[in-house]
């Protein structure tokens, strides 16, 4: 269990995180790679992932194992911004965070197999130039294999469950905010408790805390292994919609057909409407439509790939994909590169200036 003890500073500077962090999807992508599980989500895009690899998972394999600690330096904050900032800042990394961390992960796999060698990094750990561009162009390729073709698809997730946050934030504070979080979590105040692989103890003293959420991560959430880091909590996004079961990842198109539904007064009202986040119910009024017909006009954008649909206690909340608000606001950009326009969060207190990133259901 990871157990993360807040002051009352720590609650006034809880922070969410408003778009995924490009390198903690690509990291945490490759978990889900290779396993078996979530087949109704993850199933075609195992599938169509590993017919565009071209041997960056046998590169990447030693540096993330399939359980147990995986390098804290390769989630960088900057990964919030997109993925050549990311690179950049991957590039960057001192030689002794490079050596302290492979150094952790060797002595994780001697533990996983102790007959066995553990796998060895020593240019990597020095920092050599030929080892970080090595590792960069792996990243690269197998961000562009497994992660750039969904990647509205994944933020339109990550937006919807901000939605939610931010409606819980804005209802109850902080501790509405805590008692929101997927079941995985427990808030016991001041104690946040979380299922994990390992018994951790993660003391906030006043850093506050970033949260992360993550459509790759999945059952458990994850924290930086180094306590010193700016505390980050990346946890797993729900993927059902609104009596619905989830959807499979595929590349992000909207149908055309759903799209041409839309001509309509009361449709572009309704789109309007569900920009800032609202609930059936707050639909209905606000639209001057009965709840089915609120219900019905969202479900057609949701077909459409316009919209986000996430369960919210008993309601369901609504929020734009990337693509719905381009539509909205007359063609704005939703690819990847989008992305790198800054870094914004939904903050319970002043925010301070820490770094930003996290991680999946691995102890770290």
């Known amino acids: 269990m990871l157990r993360i003890h807040f002051t009352g500073r720590d609650l006034g500077r809880i922070r969410i995180a408003a778009r995924p962090d490009a390198l903690w999807e690509t990291v945490l992508s490759f978990h889900r790679l290779r396993d078996k599980r979530s087949a109704a989500v993850f199933g075609e895009w195992r599938r169509e992932t590993r017919t565009r690899l071209n041997g960056e998972a046998r590169l990447l394999a030693p540096l993330v194992p399939m359980r147990g600690y995986f390098p804290d330096f390769l989630t960088p904050p900057e990964g919030i911004c997109g993925m050549e900032p990311a690179m950049e800042a991957l590039r960057e990394t001192p030689p002794e965070r490079l050596r302290r961390d492979l150094g952790l992960l060797a002595a994780g796999a001697r533990d996983r197999r102790p007959s066995g060698p553990a796998p060895r990094h020593e240019e990597l750990a020095t920092g050599r130039p030929r ?51 997927p079941p995985a979590m427990r808030w016991r105040p001041p104690v946040l408790e979380a299922d994990y692989p390992v018994d951790r103890d993660l003391r906030l003293n006043g850093r506050g805390l970033l949260l992360l959420p993550s459509f790759f991560c999945r059952v458990t959430p994850v924290a930086f292994h180094d306590p010193e880091l700016a505390p980050v909590l990346v946890y797993p996004v729900r993927h059902a919609g609104e009596n619905a079961a989830p959807a499979p990842l595929r590349p992000y198109a909207a149908d055309v057909g759903s799209l041409g539904r839309l001509v309509g007064q009361t449709r572009s009202a309704v789109l309007r409407t569900i920009e800032g986040g609202c ?34 206690g008993s309601a369901v909340l609504h929020t734009l994909t990337p693509l719905g608000a381009a539509l909205l606001h007359g063609g704005a950009d939703v690819s990847p590169a989008a992305d790198g326009a800054g870094r914004a969060e939904v903050s319970a207190g002043p925010a301070p200036g820490a770094r930003a990133a996290a991680t999946s259901g691995t102890g770290r």
């Open 131 to 181: 080892a970080l561009d090595e590792l960069i162009g792996a990243l690269r390729g197998y961000h562009r294999a497994a992660i750039a073709p969904y990647w509205p698809h994944i933020r339109a997730q990550i937006e919807a469950d901000r939605a939610a946050r931010g409606r819980a934030l804005l209802d109850g504070g902080a501790d509405r905010l805590l008692a929101s979080l």
């Open 279 to 312: 609930t059936t119910g707050e639909l209905a009024r606000r639209v001057g439509v009965s709840a089915a017909s609120a219900s019905q006009h969202a479900s057609v954008l949701r077909d459409a790939g316009l919209v986000v649909t996430l369960r919210h």
